[in-house]
């Protein structure tokens, strides 16, 4: 596993200082499939910290442990403002996975309140979404009008899968084609299952980011036939909804 390269991202909070959502790379495309709804993560992840037995072996990135795998890529993606880390991007197979954790109430979740938001960002900018059933159960697939580099016209794609935890949410963005190919974004969404999310005991507003850092140590256990780790920079600037 790699952490790759890239540039620096910047972040703008919304007017009641609620992180605006992000948009991962996506393809320009206008179709995507569906499947059936699937149970909550019960057994089936990712998980609260309280959930597993052992944390060796995983990334640590702070609020969320990531399992290692072959020819997964890591991006750290770095507020310009505050040098603070707001995301972490999964790159696998020409795809990617763009992750943050936020604090949750504790009698209830926020995905059905955040999905309505999102829907309200995307209509904004002359952009369209629809809600889908997934294997995370309901999920969003937002388009925003794009242009090619050859001038054409279509649709900047991005699904948003969402997961309530105990006190914890975990909102997942695919782009490139794990946005609209269920077989393209199969590794990805087994990944997302193995997640740790770690958070934390100080009382929190509901929406604030759970906070990621750098690994403590670049001798991260791999598959044995996985590159090394490299120290990140910077992530890629993300594309702002909202």
Avoid: C
């Avoid at 969320?64 to 972490?88: D, H, S, W």
């Avoid at 889908?132 to 050859?150: C, H, I, M, N, R």
């Avoid at 190919?181 to 509901?206: S, T, Y």
């Avoid at 990140?232 to 600037?237: K, S």
């Amino acid at each position: 596993m790699v952490f790759g390269r890239g540039r620096k991202t910047k972040q703008e909070p919304t007017d009641s200082g609620e992180a605006r959502e992000p948009v991962a790379d996506a393809t320009v495309d206008d179709s995507a499939g569906t499947s059936s709804a699937a149970p909550g993560r019960g057994a089936t992840g990712p998980f609260d910290v309280s959930e597993i037995e052992d944390q060796d072996g995983y990334v640590d990135l702070g609020a969320l442990l990531i399992a290692p795998a072959e020819g997964l890529q890591l991006r750290l993606e770095v507020e310009e403002a505050t040098q603070r880390v707001v995301a972490v991007t999964m790159d696998l197979n020409g795809s990617s996975l763009q992750l943050q954790a936020f604090a949750a109430p504790r009698s209830e979740g926020l995905w059905d309140e955040i999905r309505e938001q999102i829907g309200q960002s995307v209509g904004s900018q002359g952009g369209q979404v629809e809600e889908v059933q997934g294997g995370f159960g309901t999920e969003l697939l937002a388009k925003l009008p794009a242009s090619g580099a050859d001038g054409s016209h279509g649709y900047r794609v991005a699904r948003f899968i969402g997961v309530d935890g105990p006190r914890w949410f975990l909102r997942g963005v695919l782009g490139g084609e794990a946005a609209v190919d269920r077989d393209a974004a199969a590794g990805l969404e087994a990944l997302f299952r193995q997640i740790v999310v770690v958070r934390g005991e100080n009382p929190m507003p509901p929406r604030d980011l759970l906070q990621l850092r750098l690994p403590k140590d670049n001798a991260v256990p791999a598959p044995q036939s996985a590159p090394d780790l490299e120290r990140p920079e910077r992530g890629p600037e993300i594309t702002q909804i909202g």
